[in-house]
Structure formats: structure tokens, C-alpha cells
């Protein structure tokens, strides 16, 4: 468990800020901070056999699906949200197989860990068809080669924005990034709240790579970030969206989706987002169902809807991930989807991307990210 979630780690933000507050009508409170509950539908006969239990990232799972799934079904959907894969994985691992939940969703990388501690169910498949509707790309991933255990929910990868009215040349890679922190976008720049994501800074523009766990390189990295890079930051926030409303800041590596939720809240035409060379990090929030899940069969036919092209479709335009379903940006160009490029990355920046895997350098980069906290803050 300490390798899951080290008491050391920063918590990552929910994927989606929460912009709009308690903006969905009919689907519940605020039940404490970055935490809704959603019960949109109630169940004929309120059975505990016709419920469905989700726990998810916050503001992350189009409430419409939700209440459609219940009509259909005739369940009660109930939904909790986490705010980082160690949240999440805590309270599983404090419940250890009693945490009431039956569907949960855990980042790709930590899945291995998870299943290795007990805290998934394995799939049936022939209880979800619709997986067939997945590209090839979006299962059998280095996490879950067998499809034992997770399919895709929303897929992402690690960018940054930059104000093109501060920083006039070009910036196609890490390397410009770091130049540019210095330099043009001194005293204004952001990075992601992240052990994996600020060291990637290091290891992409030079070279490295993304999941090493050579300690030499590891160590590079961290006299380069905390020594030198550490003061050229002024912010850290894992969803930077409203600090491009804002304006706040003229650097800031951030996911491509939150950029083009940020963009498209803006009315600042200066923004442009860049997927750097040479590589960054691509990431799959899953479905999975959680070990003494209760309502197994609901559970799978939650993880079948979701994999419908037009639910998937909706997910997709609500949190502005893919959903790794055939046909989605063909659909998503054919409805004339707003920045389309940055919902969906070019097949060549795609091929570039590495996935991360939670290692045994997770602990140094935790301690790296709290030294350069330190240093940034002073």
C-alpha cells in the first residue's frame, strides 16, 4: 500500500475542475469538498439487487448518461467522487472488499498494484459485447494486457499552453518549455501538481525515459528541478483551466482536454497549446469493477452502456476525453465538435507518447516534487 499511495504524495486534482459549482439539476449536492452524490434515478422496488454504486473522478461522468442507465435499467445509480488515485485507492484498501462500491476508476498505471493487492475484480467479458466497439489502441494496454480487468474510459495525454503575445517564437517541445520558464515567461509559469508529470519536464527534453528507474538519471533530474527549474515556477494545480481563463500565468503545462476547456471558457485569442516533442505521457482513466462488488451484474452492464457509441459520444463532449470507442472523432468532426485536435491528438503525436507505469522510482519522485514545492514556495 505505501507503494500505491505514499503518504508523501500530493493528490492530484479531479481531471475536470469544478467550473459550474452544483450546476446539474436534479442530480444531488455537493456531500463535502471535490465529493457529489449523484441519485438521479430511484428503483422501482428499491432493492438492493437494483442499485449501482460508482465511484469516480469528480465532475467527470455526463449526468445524463447516468440518468438514462438508471431508466433503462431501473437502478438507482449512486455516485461518489474522488479527487487522486490515492484517495480512491485508500479507502479501498481501508475497506478491503467492503467499501460498498461496485464500479471504480483507477488511472492505467496504478492498475497492476491494485490487482496485485486484491482490490478488482476480474472482467466477464461475454457479459459486455460492446467491447468490440473499442479501437484496437484503447485495451490489451501494457497495464492490462489480457483485458482481466479494466476497459477505458477516457484517454489523455500532457501538453502545455503558452500566451503567444508574451512568448512570440515558436515552442514545439520540453526543451522550449524550459527555456521559455526562464526567460520570456519568467515569474509566470504553472506546471501540473505531479510527481510523474514535473519530472517528465526533466526527462523529455533530454532524452530520458519517461519510466526510468535508473538511479543516476533519477538524480539528474532531481538537482535540475529542485537547483535550478524549482524557482522559475510560481504555481502548481493539476487543472490549470480557470487559471487560462484568467490569464494567470503565460506558461503552464497542463492535459489537453483542461486546455481546451480553458480555451474554449476564454475570450483571449493569444492561447496556443502544444503537444511537445520528443514524447509525454499518455494516460487511461479505466472502468473497473471493485473486489466484493455487490452488484456484479449491474456493474458489467454499466461498463456495456458506457461502450455504446452514443453514450460514449456524450462522455466524451461532456469532459472533453476521448472514450477510445471506433468512429468517435470521425462523429465528433461530422458534429462539428469545437478544437477537435485537442479532444483528439494527430495519429503522429499519438505514436510519440509514452504510457506511464507506476515504478519503484514513484517514492523519489514524490520526494523530488516535495523539494521542488519547497523551493518554488521559499
Known sequence: MRVLAPRAAVPRLSRRALLGGATVVGVGALAGCGRRSYAPTAAPDGSPESRLNIYSWGDYDDPENIKRFGKEHGYTVQLDAFASNEEMIAKLGTARGTSGYDIVVPTGSYV??????????????????????????????TWDPHNRYVIAKTIGTTGFIYDRARIKRPMTSWADFVAAAGDEAKGAVSVLDDPFEVAGIYLASHGHDLNTTDRAVLAEARRFLVKDFAKRIRNFSSDPSQNIVQRDFALMQCYNGDARLGIGESDYEHWRFVYPTPTANLWMDTWAIAAGCQHPDNAHAWINFMLEPEVGYRDMDYNGYPTGLKGQRELAVRRDVDMVDLVFPPAEVMNRLTAGVLTEAQATLVDILNEVKAVAGA
Open 112 to 141: 497492476p498494484q491494485m490487482v496485485a493487492n486484491g482490490m478488482l475484480a476480474p472482467l466477464d467479458l461475454s457479459l459486455i459485447p460492446n467491447f468490440a466497439n473499442l479501437e484496437a489502441d484503447a485495451h490489451s494496454r
